[in-house]
């Protein structure tokens, strides 16, 4: 059966992940590959019903496991409902944000029990592992300040931005762990750089998986 393939893009507060899926994307539907893009929490429409309850805070004073069980029902929704079907019929999935976030918000930062947060993983993604993770990495106080720059005033920081620099520059400590920790399935992308200048890097990095990964005759045409 043809099977796709399942990139995640991961890293801390305004690393630019979404401005370079939505490049990629457009460069990949070019090059005539069928691609999904979807993101969390949310991504399908049960997950995107539990999304505003995380990111408005709303659950924040249940604590920190009741967050991770609300991220990983979201999560379960969104591989059953979207991801798997995708990969299954050949397309490549482009993730923004997934199993790596709730390992450093939930578990590194939320302080969890690493083995709840292992059971967790495995009952969410149900064996859907990201072929390809990209980790975006950047100073988290140049993340924030992009962050804040793209929201604009009338917004405050949401549920997690909010949080004090030190947990941020933990997160990005745990993020790097992560990626030193599977070398066969993470990248570091320094995120620091000028749009363009990740774009190239984002590129080259994921044509070369695909070109090994996915043959040419696996690839489907684009929709017009
Ligand atoms: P969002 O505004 O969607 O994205 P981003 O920060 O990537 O531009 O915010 C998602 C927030 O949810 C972000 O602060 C990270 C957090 N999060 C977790 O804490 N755990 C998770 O498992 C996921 C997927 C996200």
Redesign the pocket.
């Known amino acids: 059966m043809a099977r796709g393939f399942f990139i995640t893009f991961e890293g801390g507060?305004g690393a630019g992940?979404?401005t370079q899926i939505e490049r990629l994307a457009k460069k990949m539907r070019a090059k005539k590959y069928d691609v999904l893009v979807t993101?969390?929490?949310g991504g399908s429409p049960g997950a995107e019903a539990v999304r505003h309850v995380?990111?408005s805070g709303a659950a924040e004073p249940f604590g920190p496991k009741m967050e991770a069980l609300l991220?990983a029902a979201a999560?379960s929704d969104h591989v059953e409902q979207v991801i798997r079907p995708a990969v299954e019929r050949g397309s490549v999935v482009l993730c923004?944000?997934?199993m790596d976030?709730?390992r450093v918000?939930?578990g590194v930062t939320g302080g969890l029990d690493p083995a709840f947060m292992d059971a967790l993983e495995k009952v969410a993604i149900n064996g859907m592992v990201p072929d390809m993770t990209l980790i975006f990495d950047i100073d988290p106080a140049e993340g924030l300040r992009r962050?804040t720059a793209r929201r604009g005033s009338s917004d405050g920081p949401?549920r997690?931005?909010k949080e004090t620099l030190a947990i941020h520059q933990r997160r990005r400590e745990a993020f790097l762990a992560i990626a030193a920790a599977e070398p066969e399935r993470c990248v570091v992308v320094d995120a620091s750089a000028d749009l363009d200048t990740v774009e190239d890097v984002v590129t080259a990095i994921v044509f070369a998986a695909l070109e090994r990964m996915m043959p040419a005759q696996r690839r489907q045409a684009a929709p017009v």
């Open positions: 507060e992940k979404s993101r969390e929490p995380l990111l991220f999560r923004d944000r997934f976030s709730s918000y939930q962050a949401d997690f931005e």
